[in-house]
């Protein structure tokens, strides 16, 4: 069983930083992607930022300049590093992962954290 669990949401004022982190963890053969979605109130979940297994990077147009993401292919982590925090950017972050599970018959599975809520105070 593949799990993902994130850490590191929480309240911060407008300007501030905070990071968030993602361990997956179980049967894993191969990760390809892993990423961060956010949903807002309201809203669609969207793509906040994205790293292949490779390092090649994407990021949407609102967080450029401002977050950063990271990850650590041996330890099965992706980290978001949030800076110059926006109001607008208050949503529940969602750690991704696109992966095979350790299982002859596996297919490529995109897997999803339960999410973290990040507040940011104006």
């Known amino acids: 069983q593949v799990q993902l669990v994130e850490s590191g949401g929480g309240l911060v004022q407008a300007g501030g930083s905070l990071r968030l982190s993602c361990a997956a963890s179980?049967?894993?053969?191969?990760?390809?992607?892993m990423g961060w979605y956010r949903q807002a109130p309201g809203k669609q979940r969207e793509l906040v930022a994205e790293t292949t297994s490779g390092g090649t990077t994407n990021y949407a147009d609102s967080v450029k300049g401002r977050f950063t993401i990271s990850r650590d292919n041996a330890k099965n982590t992706v980290h978001l590093q949030m800076d110059s925090l926006k109001a607008e950017d208050t949503a529940v972050y969602y750690c991704?992962?696109?992966?095979?599970?350790?299982?002859?018959?596996?297919?490529?599975?995109?897997?999803w954290g339960q999410g973290t809520q990040v507040t940011v105070a104006s």
């Open positions: 179980g049967s894993i053969a191969v990760i390809n992607a």
């Open positions: 991704n992962a696109d992966l095979y599970p350790d299982d002859p018959d596996s297919l490529l599975t995109i897997y």
